[in-house]
């Protein structure tokens, strides 16, 4: 039961964030809320990141899977200036195909 529960809550977060991105660009300022968000989270991030003992972007993916449970992320080094995050399945991504949001992916967390 438990196990149940935690997948709809993470069924629900996901179709709050879609329903939450739709509003936004209905109404013409989800350019600006996402911006705003941003400049919150790149203040934020480094308490956030010692909060959940994530020291690698590889561990920011795995972490944020583990949490969410709405993507399942590879990640891998180019270089050592660059990496790459994919995944194949996104809960996100599905719920905005059947939502109106085709060409939209935002992150937020």
């Known amino acids: 039961m438990e196990k149940e529960n935690e997948r709809l809550l993470k069924l629900f977060y996901a179709g709050a964030l879609v329903d939450a991105v739709l509003n936004y660009e209905r109404h013409g300022i989800l350019e600006e809320v996402t911006e705003e968000k941003k400049l919150r989270q790149e203040k934020s991030a480094e308490i956030q990141l010692k909060q959940l003992s994530i020291k690698s972007l590889p561990q920011l993916y ?42 939209h992916v935002i992150f937020f967390v």
């Open 62 to 103: 795995e972490k944020f899977s583990q949490i969410f449970g709405c993507a399942n992320w590879s990640f891998k080094d180019e270089d050592e200036n660059t990496s790459e995050a994919t995944t194949t399945t996104c809960l996100l991504c599905a719920l905005a195909k059947n939502k109106e949001l085709k060409n």
